[in-house]
């Protein structure tokens, strides 16, 4: 595919397969495919590198912080599950969101936490609101020790975020699904691997091996949950797709009707 930016004739051209379609170039068909292309070469760069939140690196697309932020004051959930914990950014994050609102606390789980980020995650301002459990996202007494940190009644939102194999998605999924209450959401994030399997950073087989297959075949298994976009709070724009590292990330849990 070849994109064509016309500043002049304020057009986009898009050349492919030998077609070629021809866009305003400040419409919303022309925004949703330089954006395509930006989050492509963003990653690449390595964009996401470039932030932190309170004082520790994040690693995620401002666009998807800003959206699960949406969600969690939405929610207002009494427990945050994240796997993959990393510098600490996105713990951070999410226990500042729970100070703001005056309700919630965060679990980390990683299968290593550095000892020199467990300090400063532990030294931080906002530590109080932060439980760190290291071991495997996925082995048995992992989960039952994260089931153990929950109370009976709260409502629980469990993100995903360590290791981004589509087997090892499907696992968490499969060990964290009863954990989220109704109306809740279970995230498999950075499904955005399968469209970055043919840039210079990424890997050819992430065309298959990635979190959105995961989540898709997760989605037709559990009925209870389906897949669909938080909707937007506030839009005034003609826009309806979220620019995001997360594509078919959003698992919601239903209300399940009782069989007589």
Not at 105 to 133: Q, T
Not at 175 to 180: E, G, M, N, S, T
Request: with cysteine.
């Amino acid at each position: 595919m070849k994109l064509i930016i016309d500043t002049e004739e304020k057009s986009l051209i898009e050349e492919e397969n030998g077609r070629t379609n021809r866009f305003d170039l400040y419409s919303k068909e022309a925004f949703e495919k330089l954006s395509h292309q930006w989050v492509r070469v963003g990653w690449n760069q390595k964009y996401t590198y470039t932030f932190s939140w309170m004082g520790r690196p994040i690693i995620q697309l401002p666009e998807d912080m800003i959206r699960v932020q949406e969600v969690i004051y939405c929610i207002k959930p009494d427990v945050i599950v994240e796997t993959g914990v990393a510098h600490g950014g996105s713990l951070i994050f999410y226990a500042s969101l729970c100070k703001a609102i005056g309700k919630g606390r965060v679990i980390g789980i990683d299968i290593e936490i550095r000892p020199h980020n467990r300090k400063a995650i532990e030294a931080h301002e906002l530590s109080s609101y932060i439980s760190l459990v290291e071991g495997s996202s996925t082995a048995p007494e992992i989960v039952e020790q994260v089931k153990g940190m929950i109370g009976n009644g709260e409502t629980v939102l469990v993100i995903l975020d360590s290791n981004h194999t589509k087997q090892h998605v499907a696992d968490e999924l499969e060990a964290y699904r009863q954990l989220v209450t109704d109306g809740s959401y279970i995230v498999a994030t950075d499904g955005i691997m399968l469209d970055l399997y043919d840039v210079p950073r990424g890997k050819p087989e992430w065309k298959w091996d990635h979190p959105e297959a995961a989540a898709a075949e997760f989605a037709q298994l559990h009925p209870e949950f389906t897949i669909e976009q938080p909707p937007w709070v506030f839009n005034e724009s003609d826009l309806d797709a979220n620019i995001t590292h997360w594509p078919g990330a959003w698992l919601r849990k239903k209300s399940m009707p009782e069989i007589e």
